[in-house]
């Protein structure tokens, strides 16, 4: 029996589809990369976004066809998904099942029927992941959400925080270091919320990553994603101190704009955020930042929107993820509004603030040009070996250059040209 994992998402949805990838071998299924071997087909989705949704429906005519020369096929819908989604897509998936339950999947599959939980647990975090992304490895610290943001199906699909206990996360980085992981992601839908009361005191996750960072090794550590209004002046002291966590930094803003932030329930403003992003870069010169932006919150109006430009030429990221509001069922903001910005404005929005960024990206590398960075190979592409700088910034050299060097390396390059979007390098004599 073999199966075939589709991952659509986060990286937390990345890490879950390891773990499926471990209780489906233990249950004796083999890994194809060819969809029509499959004999079960896992999806992992994310409901963040329609357009993530949508892909997920555009399955089921190929579905369909592979049944056609496999009845035998079955397949599995996890992941973050909305009871209005899952009523749906139960019509074309034989089980739509939640990630929480999948220690008990070959189970499931055998009394075909699903096993409903109780109340969110971080159990299956348990589960040792089957590791796909070498030399990257992700890290969960905690699961859900209690923000509430307005356009946020997050705390509605994963549950309210769960923290995992330090030695868990201690032991599992531990694991990963000595088996050659170099690139260590800790992961929390509010990463910096993080805190567990031991006996003697709560631990924060200013004093985790401590604790992360005095683990031996050669090794990074990154972490997604903070939230702005919980960010001490202690955690960046921890930050620009540490040995291993890396000058790189995702904050979202999400709108450049006071009233949309509001309506958002982002709680911070546009000034803290930049007094934030001020004592950062204070304390951190070469910190390299990205951030999220959503174009088109309903209502978001033309000075409002002017409000977000202004506020990407003003802190110059490195790298903006920018996306188009999309409504989903039952959050507050899919009630907002019945007149939604259309989406040729959204789309015309998104195209000037990726303007924006392309030029703020190009000159905030341009200043690594002829200089020698150490990166980290992992991938090789079309006879390029593929790598991200300790500051994430996507780096390309010709394979021929050194035949010794493979994924996994870290290598030092000087860099030749600077794009937008990455550096264009060649290999320094000594690694």
């Not at 899919?334 to 703020?360: A, G, W």
């Amino acid at each position: 029996m073999k199966y075939f994992i589709i991952t659509y998402g986060c990286q937390m949805n990345k890490s879950d589809s390891e773990r499926i990838a471990t209780v489906l071998e233990q249950a004796g299924y083999k890994k194809t990369f060819d969809i029509k071997k499959a004999d079960l087909i896992a999806v992992n989705m994310c409901s963040v976004r329609q357009s993530a949704v949508d892909r997920v429906y555009g399955l089921a005519p190929k579905f369909k066809q592979l049944k056609k020369s496999n009845k035998k096929i079955k397949t599995i819908l996890t992941g973050c998904i909305l009871k209005d989604d899952r009523k749906k897509f139960e019509k074309f998936f034989d089980f739509v099942l939640d990630i929480q339950t999948v220690g008990q999947w070959p189970e499931i599959l055998k009394a075909k029927k699903p096993i409903k939980i109780e109340k969110p647990s971080l159990k299956y975090l348990e589960i040792k992941p089957k590791y796909s992304h070498f030399p990257t490895a992700f890290v969960p610290i905690s699961i859900g959400c209690n923000n509430f943001c307005t356009y946020c199906v997050v705390p509605y699909t994963r549950g309210q925080e769960l923290h995992r206990p330090p030695e868990k996360i201690l032991a599992q980085v531990k694991d990963l270091v000595k088996n050659g992981f170099k690139e260590i992601w800790l992961l929390g839908e509010i990463v910096n919320n993080y805190k567990y009361k031991t006996k003697e005191k709560e631990i924060s996750f200013r004093e985790l990553l401590k604790m992360v960072d005095k683990i031996h090794g050669d090794y990074w550590i990154r972490f997604t994603s903070p939230y702005p209004k919980n960010f001490p002046d202690e955690l960046i002291e921890t930050i620009a101190n540490s040995k291993k966590i890396t000058n790189y930094l995702n904050l979202p803003i999400q709108s450049g704009d006071d009233e949309i932030l509001k309506q958002m329930n982002r709680n911070y403003t546009v000034k803290e955020y930049k007094i934030l992003i001020n004592k950062i870069r204070k304390k951190i010169p070469d910190i390299s930042l990205s951030t999220d932006i959503i174009v088109g919150f309903p209502k978001e109006t033309q000075r409002q929107f002017e409000n977000t430009k202004k506020l990407m030429e003003e802190i110059k990221f490195d790298m903006a993820y920018i996306s188009q509001f999309s409504p989903r069922p039952n959050t507050p903001a899919s009630f907002m509004d019945k007149n939604q910005i259309p989406k040729n404005e959204k789309e015309k929005r998104e195209k000037i603030l990726t303007k924006i960024l392309e030029q703020t990206a190009l000159k905030n590398n341009k200043k690594y040009e002829g200089k020698i960075i150490r990166a980290l190979i992992v991938k090789e592409n079309d006879n390029f070996l593929i790598g991200k700088s300790y500051h994430y910034k996507t780096i390309k050299i010709k394979r021929e250059q050194n035949k010794k060097i493979k994924i996994g390396d870290f290598i030092n390059a000087k860099v030749t040209r600077a794009l937008s979007w990455g550096l264009e390098c060649k290999l320094c004599e000594k690694n």
